[in-house]
């Protein structure tokens, strides 16, 4: 598993790159969210049922439904959407 990096801004907490790697793993608690900030990457759904929430747009991932984050500066939110643990994998384009 590839580690990574929490910061806390004042609009919160990110999840950003650490290393050279391009796959990243992010496991989030039931009720936990994570803000990415859009680079062009590809967001999976590995275990869970996962929400993504993108341009004002709002998506319900099943396991091994990936979505492509296209380049903005608005980040995208991803969080569980059955109040379970999910687990996604960010894939760097």
Known sequence: MTTYQQTTRSIGKFTEFVGESK???IPLSSDEARSLRRHGQHVRVIEGIGWLTVDGRDYVLQPGDQALLGE??????VGSANHEPVLFEVIRS
């Open 23 to 25: 796959r990243q793993m």
């Open 72 to 77: 903005g500066h608005i980040p995208a939110v």
